[in-house]
Nanobody, 117 residues
Framework: QVQLVESGGGLVQAGASLRLSCLAS????????MGWFRQAPGKEREFVAT????????HYADSVKGRFTISRDNAKNTGYLQMNSLKPEDTAVYYC??????????WGQGTQVTVSS
């Protein structure tokens, strides 16, 4: 099992940037892929981005492609989500997750991102 703790959320204006962090503990961080999902009020949780555990291959939702960048530092057991050109529709609780065989396994508690227009 992996414990995940997100941080870095906040209230920003449209066009601003934020960087979310996800600190992992427990199972070896470098042994699994990780991802970011988000959930807006009244909506289902949706995929944002993933990064593989070895080569660092990335995949993004169309809605964030070109604006968000996922990365990881295995030495620090930390994953990141750099979010640029934020839009009001990016407002949500953002969760990081460990991914094994393509399936999310463990989840953090989430961090709130609010983008005002």
């Amino acid at each position: 099992q992996v414990q995940l703790v997100e941080s870095g959320g906040g209230l920003v204006q449209a066009g601003a940037s934020l960087r979310l962090s996800c600190l992992a503990s427990g199972r070896t961080f470098s042994a699994y892929a990780m991802g970011w999902f988000r959930q807006a009020p009244g909506k289902e949780r949706e995929f944002v981005a993933t990064i593989s555990w070895r080569i660092g291959n990335t995949h993004y939702a169309d809605s964030v492609k070109g604006r968000f960048t996922i990365s990881r530092d295995n030495a620090k057991n930390t994953g990141y989500l750099q979010m640029n050109s934020l839009k009001p529709e990016d407002t949500a609780v953002y969760y990081c997750t460990s991914i094994v065989a393509g399936t999310p396994q463990d989840w953090g508690q989430g961090t709130q991102v609010t983008v005002s227009s």
